[in-house]
């Protein structure tokens, strides 16, 4: 994840890297089917970064 991009919804990032809309990130995210450090990630998640390594899933594909 850019710097520019901590703090930020992870609805609204993902809806920005992956071209899609944001209630199509929305929905994605409603399905358990974005995966933050193993865990199914809220759609309020707020995009860290710093110190702590984070694993960020989409699809089986790794971003971030």
Known sequence: VPVSAV???IDKYLSVEEN???SAAA?????GRVIVD???AAKNYKLRGGGQRRSYYYFGHKWG
Do not use: A, F
């Not at 929905?27 to 399905?31: G, N």
């Open 27 to 31: 929905k994605l995210l409603e399905e």
């Open 7 to 9: 703090g930020e919804r």
């Open 20 to 22: 899609i809309t944001r």
């Open 38 to 40: 193993g865990k199914p």
